[in-house]
């Protein structure tokens, strides 16, 4: 099956639990009732941390160990970029024409200049990055989050963001492009890529709540409900989140 009839499939098989999420109540960010199925999201989550100690960590910490943090900053500069006219769309969509106009500047003259991107040579120039997805956009229209999810490997998402990551891939142009040019391997390998940088930016977040807190499902939970309201209100600052790991790298494969 074709990434583009997969991407169809997905969005209508998501569409009826996206508007249960546009009906859950108000102001539920953290609350154990935006987690019913949270047995089951226990059972996902324990999976992924054993995957992650003995898989996806160590990966994580050979790319480290063989990319110096001036490469990584590189590599992660170039995946940012390629994300950005996304984010122009979104802050569009948005009604925040500033930060659209901010996007477009920043990817004409990383994507130049900057060759590639791997030089972030608009942010010297006072262009700071823009960061917006389809899921921050639906909050911002006025959808409540919905339930939350533990996806396998990939971590958590909600209703409201597993729908709108759908929609990031149904209208990314530069996602759009490289399928339609048969490049679909370096997607792929650029969001294994953005998954490994990620990881290792949070060693030591992943570590500390693994050994500090009683519970760190619950405090995962509420870290990921809590970040993305403040996102949608644009109170985020620009650093890395443990959730900022796309699901496009398992369902491009």
């Known amino acids: 099956m074709s990434a583009k009839k997969f991407k169809i499939i997905i969005i209508f098989l998501l569409f009826p639990i996206l508007f249960n999420g546009c009906a859950s109540s108000p102001d539920t960010a953290g609350k154990?009732?935006?987690?019913?199925f949270e047995s089951f999201n226990r059972q996902i989550y324990s999976f992924n941390e054993g995957a992650d100690e003995y898989v996806i960590g160590p990966i994580a910490h050979a790319y480290r160990d063989v990319f110096p943090d001036p490469v990584r900053d590189s590599i992660r500069n170039f995946l940012l970029n390629l994300k950005t006219p996304m984010s122009a769309i979104n802050a569009t969509l948005q009604g925040d024409f500033e930060r659209g106009f901010v996007a477009v500047g920043r990817f004409t003259i990383n994507s130049t200049i900057g060759i590639l991107g791997f030089f972030d040579v608009a942010n010297y120039i006072g262009l700071e990055p823009v960061d917006e997805d389809f899921g921050q956009t639906l909050g911002a229209w006025g959808f409540e989050p919905g339930p939350y999810l533990i996806l396998p490997i990939l971590g958590p998402t909600s209703t409201?963001?597993?729908?709108?990551?759908?929609?990031?891939?149904?209208?990314?142009?530069?996602?759009?492009?490289?399928?339609?040019?048969?490049?679909?391997?370096?997607?792929?390998?650029?969001?294994?890529?953005?998954?490994?940088?990620?990881?290792?930016?949070?060693?030591?977040?992943?570590?500390?709540?693994?050994?500090?807190?009683?519970?760190?499902?619950?405090?995962?939970?509420?870290?990921?409900?809590?970040?993305?309201?403040?996102?949608?209100?644009?109170?985020?600052?620009?650093?890395?989140?443990?959730?900022?790991?796309?699901?496009?790298?398992?369902?491009?494969?």
């Not at 154990?32 to 019913?36: G, I, L, T, V």
């Not at 870290?223 to 403040?230: D, N, S, T």
């Open 160 to 253: 409201r963001d597993l729908g709108g990551k759908v929609g990031d891939w149904l209208v990314d142009p530069i996602g759009l492009y490289l399928i339609r040019e048969d490049y679909e391997d370096f997607l792929l390998g650029a969001n294994i890529t953005k998954a490994l940088d990620t990881r290792v930016e949070l060693d030591g977040v992943i570590e500390g709540t693994r050994e500090n807190s009683l519970d760190p499902y619950a405090i995962m939970r509420t870290m990921y409900l809590q970040r993305r309201a403040r996102l949608i209100a644009n109170e985020e600052s620009e650093d890395t989140s443990i959730y900022d790991i796309d699901i496009d790298v398992i369902l491009l494969d």
């Open 32 to 36: 154990q009732e935006n987690d019913p």
